[in-house]
């Protein structure tokens, strides 16, 4: 299975941190965000991941070619950024008969991958795609799933005042054949996987929960509290 690692955002609620951090080598616990991706895809018998990088793509293509894993990570530099459908449509084809997992690397996790890899491959046959799914404490700030009772998304909440639930997206994936033929359907050069895609699978996702660790190291704050938690 391909693994791609969405990686090249701007990380503006993190600065100045960011400013010449690219986010996604932010330290948590001394290490830098990515790494802790790269240990739990390798460990788990993935055998190449693709990174996409935009923002001082320098500093990263530095800390992977300083990684005992450098001659398995392929490092795709966006000039402008694609969008995160955008980067799954320009790095898979249209034939590819395997499914492709995604992740956003500016989350921390902790997580059981191949119990993830399982429950995606005994998924209900109407399902053509996996996502990982956590009980968050901020269901404001989330986009909280509403499942029926194979656990299917039949509804998503983006990030509303009154959500109904507290199951939220990870915004881990593992995309199917049928999701990348749809991606590759589209001409816009920019495509938003949440917003343009997955939208219109509503009911044919499924969603897996994970007892693990998750948070989105997307401000200042919850970098401090990932230091505290993790």
Known sequence: MRAILLAGGYGTRLRPLTLDVPKCLVPIKGRPLLEYWIELLFVNGFDEIIVNTHWLADRVNEFVRASKWSDRICLVHEPVLLGTGGTIRSNTCIYDSEDVFVAHADNLVRF???AFI????QRPSYC???????RTDSPQTCGILELNSDAAVINFHEKVRNPPGNIANGAVYILTPAIIDYIHQFNSPILDFSLDVIPNFIG?????ETDGY???????????????EF
């Open 214 to 228: 998750h948070r989105d190291i997307g401000s200042l704050e919850s970098l401090a509290q990932a230091e505290l």
């Open 112 to 114: 059981d991958l191949s």
């Open 204 to 208: 044919r996702i499924l969603a897996v």
């Open 118 to 121: 399982l429950k995606h491959h």
């Open 128 to 134: 053509v795609m996996s996502l990982l799914s956590f």
